[in-house]
C-alpha cells in the first residue's frame, strides 16, 4: 500500500490529470493533412466542388449569378431540399434511408394548405397541424424498422407510394389549394429589416466564439486534445466574414425597379434554417442522444450490449427526420403560395439524399453531421441555379448533379477503404 501511495506522489500532475501535450499550429496542419490522407476528409470535397462552381458561373455569367437578387434566391430556392437534407442525416447515420420525405412534406404542405384555407385555422394551428402530421409519420415508419424489422428501403417505399396517394386524395386530382396568410407567406417572400438582420448576423458570430471558446478552454482545463489557439482564431474569422458578408450582400437593394418596390434585407428563411441547424447540431455533437446515434450507426450490436435502447434510438431519428419534411413542406407551400398534387414530388427527395451525401454524410451510417447537408444542399442550388442561368436543359442539370453525386459516393468509398487501411474503420 505504501508503496503505491509513494508511486502516486512521484507521478507528474499532468499525467495524474491525463493531459496530453498540445499541439502546434504547424503540427495541427501536419495532422489535419495527414488525417485527409488517410481518407478522412470530412466535408472537404463538397467545399471545394462548391468553390469551383461559383467561380465556374461567376465567370460564365457575371452580370446574373452573382447579382444581390440571384443570390437570395440560391437561399430561398435551396431552403426545401436543405431543410430534408438536415433530416434525412439522422437516418443516413443510422445506416438507414427514407425514400418517403419527399412526399412527406407534400402530405405536410397539403395538410398545412387544407386546415389554413378551407377550415379557418389560425396559422399557428395549421403549422402545428402540418408538424404533428410529420411526427406521426415518422412514428410510423420508426416503428415499422425499428420495432417490426421491416427493412428501411421497402417501409419508406411503401411510405413513398401511400403518401403520394394522400396527398392526391387532400388536394384532388388536377387540384390547387391557394395560401393567402401573411405570416405563412412571409417565410420564403419577405426580408428581415436589415437593421435586425445585423443584428442577427453579430449575435449569430459572437454565439458561435463564445461557444467554441468555451469548448476549447474546457478542454484545455481538463487536459483533453485541443486545436491551437490559431487554428480556433481561423475558424471564428472565417465564419464571422462568411456571415457577415452574406448580411451585407443582402442588405443591399435587389429590386429591379427600386422606385417602385424596394427588396432589401436577409429572407426571413434564411435565420429559420440557421436556428434549425444549430439546434439539430447541438442535439447531434452534445447530447447523450446525439452520442447514441453516431454508436448504433457504427455498431449497433455493440450498442446495445453497452444498454442503449437501440431500437428507441432508430425510431426518434425516423420521426425527427419526417418532422423536418414537415418543416420543408411548409417552407415549399410558402414559396409556390400554393400546394397541388405534385408537391413534395419529382426530385425533391432525390436532391434532398444528394445533399446529404454530396456533403460527406457517409450512406454506411455512422459519420455525418448537420452543416453536410447545408453545404451539400448549396452545391446542389449552384449547380441547378448556374446553369439555368446559363440555358441548359433539365436534362443537362440532371446528368450534372448526377455525377456530383456519384463522386460524392466514389469519394465515400474510397475514404472508409482508407480508412480500413489505416486500421481506423
Avoid at 450490436?301 to 431519428?317: D, N, S
Avoid at 456530383?404 to 487501411?421: E, F, G, P, T
Wanted: net charge positive.
Amino acid at each position: 500500500m505504501s508503496t503505491h501511495t509513494a508511486s502516486r506522489h512521484d507521478a507528474p500532475p499532468s499525467l495524474l490529470a491525463g493531459s496530453v501535450e498540445q499541439p502546434t499550429f504547424g503540427e495541427a496542419v501536419t495532422n489535419y493533412v495527414s488525417k485527409v490522407r488517410g481518407g478522412d476528409m470530412g466535408s472537404l470535397p463538397a467545399i471545394l466542388a462548391l468553390l469551383v462552381l461559383l467561380s465556374i458561373f461567376v465567370i460564365l455569367k457575371p452580370e446574373t449569378f452573382p447579382s444581390t437578387l440571384n443570390i437570395a434566391n440560391l437561399f430561398q430556392q435551396g431552403a426545401v431540399v436543405a431543410t430534408i437534407a438536415m433530416g434525412l442525416v439522422f437516418v443516413l447515420l443510422l445506416g438507414e434511408i427514407d425514400l418517403s420525405a419527399g412526399f412527406t412534406s407534400g402530405t405536410c404542405g397539403a395538410v398545412l394548405a387544407t386546415v389554413l384555407t378551407q377550415h379557418g385555422w389560425s396559422w399557428y394551428a395549421a403549422v402545428a397541424a402540418a408538424l404533428v402530421t410529420g411526427l406521426a409519420i415518422g412514428l410510423v415508419l420508426g416503428t415499422l424498422v425499428a420495432r417490426l424489422g421491416v427493412p428501411s428501403f421497402i417501409a419508406t417505399l411503401a411510405a413513398f407510394l401511400a403518401l403520394q396517394g394522400v396527398v392526391l386524395l387532400i388536394i384532388g386530382t388536377g387540384g390547387n389549394i391557394s395560401i393567402s396568410d401573411p405570416v405563412i407567406l412571409a417565410i420564403q417572400n419577405k426580408n428581415v429589416p436589415p437593421a435586425l438582420g445585423w443584428a442577427i448576423g453579430i449575435l449569430s458570430v459572437v454565439g458561435y466564439g463564445v461557444a467554441t471558446l468555451r469548448t476549447w478552454q474546457l478542454r484545455r482545463r481538463r487536459g483533453l486534445l485541443a486545436a491551437p489557439a490559431g487554428v480556433i482564431a481561423i475558424k471564428i474569422a472565417a465564419i464571422g466574414l462568411l456571415v457577415l458578408g452574406m448580411v451585407a450582400i443582402l442588405n443591399q437593394e435587389r429590386s429591379l425597379n427600386p422606385l417602385r418596390t424596394s427588396i432589401i434585407g436577409v429572407p426571413i428563411v434564411v435565420p429559420v434554417i440557421v436556428t434549425l441547424a444549430l439546434v439539430l447540431g447541438f442535439v447531434l455533437t452534445r447530447t447523450a442522444f446525439g452520442r447514441h446515434v453516431y454508436a448504433v450507426g457504427g455498431n449497433a450490436e455493440a450498442t446495445r450490449r453497452a444498454g442503449i435502447r437501440v431500437a428507441t434510438v432508430r425510431m426518434a431519428c425516423f420521426m425527427i427526420c419526417s418532422t423536418m419534411a414537415a418543416v420543408a413542406g411548409i417552407f415549399a407551400a410558402s414559396r409556390a403560395t400554393s400546394v397541388d398534387p405534385n408537391a413534395g414530388g419529382s426530385n425533391v427527395l432525390l436532391y434532398a439524399v444528394g445533399a446529404a451525401v454530396i456533403g460527406g454524410t457517409s450512406l454506411f451510417g455512422g459519420k455525418g453531421r448537420i452543416i453536410d447537408a447545408l453545404i451539400g444542399a448549396a452545391v446542389i442550388a449552384v449547380i441547378d441555379n448556374g446553369m439555368a442561368l446559363l440555358g441548359y436543359s433539365s436534362g443537362v442539370k440532371y446528368v450534372v448533379t448526377g455525377g456530383v453525386l456519384a463522386a460524392a459516393a466514389s469519394v465515400d468509398a474510397i475514404s472508409r477503404r482508407r480508412a480500413r487501411s489505416a486500421g481506423r474503420g
